[in-house]
């Protein structure tokens, strides 16, 4: 497995290491935050991710578009990581629930805008046949930064006795980091320029029937997956203290990370299908057993084989989008991709944050593991139809 990377993809990688080291530095800290220090219900809290990041998905759509229309990547990747990096101070002020959302706002606002532009960029630098292999690659660059910022958040919370304002207010450095390997690292892209008669308007008839069928089963697949704070959650909610719970997620990061690059080279050698049906069967099986878990010892085991599922459908997705998609509307594709999906998780994450606090934690995630097998059910059903195979 010979490992080839374009320069560009390569300092982008750096990017998005020093920008997870920020970003998951907080990530695990902030749902404990909000539950144990300011008080916010489990309702509140699924209303707050779910919120943020339907923001960070509307905007990801006309992130990709518009870096499509004017033919550059860069210039929004820029903005949308410095709006991020200034969120991690307005967490380090927030003494009510409504001000972290309007700091998760401000950092799902920084995410829609750059990521759709930031894989198109990828996708640029990309030769023909290595899609997922460079996508693999990117996203174990962005996992050694997840794996690294939940230790040091450990270490800092071991010296500082939790003080999570503290952390909050370092998490700047390393994101800061990010925004300056991007500026003056990182180059566009040489591409034509749409031309200025085409009109203001997103076009969504023309990516092909593969692409839309994958977008179906991505919807139904996303309509369980709530936002991996309930994991944390459920993690205390077992009996695991906050450092315990960090740890935990550390594990997930490294099997993600690990298995990040492998998960896209043997996408390129079998074909996305496969993977990707994989790491859904995957996770119908992990938030079935977050439901069924009794005892804190599973939640390794949970974390570890959730990071096998991340592996498999997070960077696989995205590089068969832009095998998928038309060249000069990769950008457009993947947004329409984020932005569907991300609804997707909105209603994902308040069904489970009243789930959880109807009924119980378990049922948040019987409800996840459901879904997924749904979309299991209908990818396959969708790969073996007559005429119009999803290949």
């Known amino acids: ?122 996708a640029d630098s990309t030769p023909p046949g290595d899609h997922g292999k460079v996508f693999g690659f990117h996203r174990s660059m962005d996992t050694i930064g997840a794996i690294a910022g939940p230790l040091l958040a450990v270490w800092l919370m071991a010296v500082y006795s939790n003080n999570y304002r503290l952390i909050f207010i370092i998490s700047f450095i390393p994101a800061l980091l990010g ?17 200025p008669t085409v009109k203001l308007r997103l076009a969504w008839d023309n990516f ?51 298995f990040s690059y492998p998960a896209g080279w043997l996408a390129d050698k079998i074909g996305f299908k496969k993977v990707l049906f994989t790491g859904f069967l995957i996770f119908a099986v992990v938030y079935a057993g977050f439901g069924l878990a009794n005892q804190a010892n599973y939640i390794w085991f949970l974390f570890a084989a959730y990071g096998f599922y991340i592996a498999f459908t997070e960077g696989v997705s995205k590089a068969y989008i832009a095998v998928l998609a038309p060249k000069e509307k990769i950008g457009t594709a993947i947004g329409l991709y984020y932005t569907a999906t991300g609804f997707s998780v909105l209603f994902a994450s308040v069904v489970a944050g009243w789930l959880w606090s109807a009924f119980g934690a378990a049922y948040a995630f019987y409800y996840g593991s459901f879904m997924a097998i749904i979309a299991c059910g209908l990818f396959l059903i969708l790969s073996y139809w007559p005429g119009r195979k999803l290949n």
């Open 1 to 122: 497995m010979k490992l080839s990377i374009p320069k560009n993809v390569v300092w982008l990688g750096f990017v998005s290491l020093f920008n997870d080291i920020a970003s998951e530095m907080i990530y695990p800290i902030v749902p404990i935050f909000l539950t144990s220090v300011l008080g916010a219900p489990m309702a509140v809290v699924g209303l707050i991710e779910g919120i943020a990041e339907a923001t960070a998905s509307i905007l990801k759509v006309f992130s990709g578009w518009f870096s499509d229309l004017i033919g550059q990547r860069k210039p929004l990747a820029v903005f949308g990581y410095s709006f991020s990096t200034i969120s991690k101070l307005l967490l380090a002020t927030a003494v009510l629930w409504p001000m972290v959302l309007l700091a998760r706002l401000t950092d799902r606002f920084g995410k829609g805008v750059r990521v759709a532009a930031r894989d198109a960029l990828i």
């Open 179 to 195: 925004v300056l390997v991007l500026q003056f690292f990182v180059s566009e892209v040489k591409k034509e320029k749409s031309l």
């Open 208 to 258: 092909g029937w593969q692409y839309y069928m994958f977008l179906i089963v991505s919807v139904v697949f996303s309509l369980g997956n709530s936002s991996d704070v309930f994991l944390i959650l459920r993690s205390q909610n077992l009996g695991m203290t906050a450092m315990l719970v960090i740890l935990a997620y550390v594990v997930y990061n490294v099997f993600y990370a690990l």
